[in-house]
């Protein structure tokens, strides 16, 4: 027997809506705040970085060459007197913006690709998890070098060739999350009173899709922006003389024994965003609900 | 089980030569060629070359000649070190690459596991929290920054062992240890989560009220199953250790696999880029397999289905 039911909003005062409460509960703990603040700093240090920093990060002064800390330049040079916060004020505006931009090709063809094959199940969904399971199988190192070396070493194909093999577990878990709310009560019921594919795909797919995005998403900046570093410091990604963290660890590496601040200031910087940004990630998977993103086999 | 096991094989064949043939059609793809740069070169002495390495064929016939030469173990020479089968080059690096390899995989284990499991059984006590920080710590230290600051300290202050280079009989600890510490990191982690979600379960529960001590609840009853995503990320995890960490391999100057990867693609090797991936991808596959081995004995619930 079927009863009908008023609205809740009709009954209860309004609760506050998941995002708000996901977000309290995201600031309720100190460590993460304790996250969030320098690394907002950072980032606003770095987008304005051509404001903030002292010097143009390409100037040289070879009477300096390479001088430790100073009052003048708190980081110290490097052998070409080069000031050494501001290089890496500018090469963290380069680091953080491959991360993030590479992260959105991620997505972008993650989702798609995920809701593609959830959505169209069966034959297609096997076919298409198959070419990511054999995509998992792939030296992706491999791929991405050949990648950036063979087509150039342009900025915009760095990002799009890290984007291009990071989108394979994002792909996984959109379509576990499709599958999974496929079979919901709250889909078959929009079916059932004469919704559309794309009524269902939008209203009620794409939002139940958003929480595991956000956290994967969060999560695959820092592994983007390792792997960007690593690109760099193997002369394959980013090219002197523009800097990222990965260039200004390769460089403080070459210098080490004669100059180790070099490699202590770049190293930091980088080392004390990754573990930010990983903090920060593990607060959004626990503030959004932990349970719903197991991906099914 | 055979039946199991026999399937993934070819399974695993299938993946080894869809990743030569998407290797190939990348190379393939890609604008030049192996012998495109040397200008110098005479073009009919360009010509002979080309012919001489089957270049001048058409793709479908050189991505044949490549399958079958796969299938049958006749590899091909590579294009930049004439007389050199990509084979030979191959097993020339990798022996140093394991050598590295493997105690980095035993350091990780024997960091990680006790790591995690410590933190799992106190949950939110300090000691959870100083692990967990430690491991955190381990997973925002990757080997470009820890890989140069242990050559730092232990290289250049301490003089323990040599910065760099393969020449004296303990060249392998220092790379070892810089890539030992970074996996026991994730399978610290791993491991904490695992043994946690197990230590919720039933069955625990079940045991602690027939009365089992805490050890034997532990080791005899959590620890099978709480290792299976740690035996999950050994996969993919002792693939990448063996042939070799690209950047590890770089910073202390190490002639192991990691080097042709990435000269393979930089000179146009394009015979052993291939033959690097196919390898990878191997090594790769052949590790899924035995984890899939090994969990399908530990955890009835997965069992041998193929």
């Not at chain 2, 740069?37 to 016939?61: C, F, N, S, T």
């Amino acid at each position: 027997m079927v009863t009908a039911t008023l609205p809740a909003a009709d009954v209860h005062p309004p609760s506050p809506s998941p995002w708000l409460s996901a977000w309290r509960r995201l600031t309720a703990s100190r460590v993460t705040v304790a996250a969030m603040c320098p690394l907002a700093l950072l980032v606003l240090a770095c987008v304005f970085a051509d404001g903030i920093a002292p010097y143009d990060p390409n100037a040289q002064d070879l009477e300096l060459k390479a001088t430790p800390g100073s009052a003048a330049h708190w980081m110290g040079t490097d052998p070409l007197g080069r000031d050494l916060a501001t290089r890496i004020l500018h090469g963290g505006r380069v680091s953080l913006l491959v991360g993030v931009l590479a992260t959105g090709v991620a997505v972008v063809i993650g989702v798609g690709y995920g809701l593609v094959a959830g959505l169209a199940g069966s034959r297609t969904d096997a076919a298409m998890m198959r070419v990511v399971d054999i995509l998992y199988a792939f030296p992706f190192m491999t791929f991405v070098i050949i990648l950036t070396v063979v087509f150039g070493r342009q900025f915009w194909l760095l990002f799009l060739a890290i984007g291009a093999v990071e989108w394979l577990t994002m792909a996984r878990v959109v379509r576990g999350q499709v599958l999974a709310l496929r079979n919901q009560e709250f889909v078959t019921a929009a079916r059932a009173y004469g919704a559309r594919g794309w009524h269902v795909l939008i209203r009620h797919m794409l939002p139940n899709v958003a929480g595991p995005v956000i956290v994967y998403a969060s999560l695959t900046v820092p592994g983007v922006m390792l792997l960007e570093a690593t690109l760099s410091f193997l002369g394959l990604g980013i090219q002197p003389p523009d800097a990222s963290w990965g260039v200004l660890i390769r460089d403080g590496a070459d210098n080490m024994e004669t100059s180790p601040w070099m490699l202590f200031f770049p190293a930091l910087f980088f080392s004390a965003t990754l573990l930010a940004l990983n903090i920060i990630g593990d607060a959004l998977r626990d503030a959004l609900d932990p349970k719903s993103f197991q991906e099914p086999d | 089980m055979l039946r199991f096991i026999l399937s993934r094989i070819i399974q695993g064949f299938v993946v080894v030569f869809a990743v030569i043939v998407i290797t190939f059609g990348l190379l393939k793809a890609s604008p030049g060629g192996p012998f495109n740069k040397e200008r110098q070169m005479q073009p009919h002495v360009r010509a002979m070359i080309e012919a001489y390495y089957g270049l001048d064929q058409p793709w479908w016939v050189q991505l044949w000649r490549h399958v079958k030469g796969y299938a049958s173990f006749h590899f091909p020479e590579s294009l930049k070190m004439p007389g050199r089968g990509v084979d030979e080059i191959i097993a020339q690096g990798f022996p140093v690459s394991a050598a590295i390899g493997i105690p980095a995989l035993l350091i990780a284990l024997a960091l990680g596991i006790p790591l995690g499991a410590f933190a799992a059984l106190k949950p939110n006590s300090i000691e959870d929290r100083a692990s967990m920080l430690l491991a955190m710590a381990g997973l925002c230290m990757p080997s470009l920054v820890l890989g140069p600051l242990i050559a730092m300290i232990f290289g250049l202050k301490l003089r323990w062992f040599n910065v760099s280079g393969w020449y004296d009989a303990d060249d392998w600890v220092l790379p070892a240890a810089t890539l030992g510490i970074i996996y026991s990191a994730y399978i610290a982690r791993l491991t904490r989560g695992g043994l946690r979600e197990t230590l919720a379960q039933d069955f625990i529960r079940t045991a602690r009220a027939k009365g089992a001590s805490e050890g034997a609840v532990v080791f005899r009853h959590a620890f099978k199953l709480a290792c299976l995503p740690v035996l999950n990320y050994l996969g993919p995890a002792a693939a990448g250790l063996l042939t070799g960490s690209l950047v590890t391999e770089t910073v202390f100057q190490i002639p192991g696999l990691g080097q042709h990867f990435i000269s393979a693609a930089v000179n146009r090797d394009d015979n052993l880029a291939m033959a690097t991936a196919a390898f990878y991808a191997t090594l790769i596959v052949g590790f899924n397999l035995l984890v899939d081995i090994v969990q399908a004995a530990l955890n009835p619930k997965i069992g041998f289905k193929s």
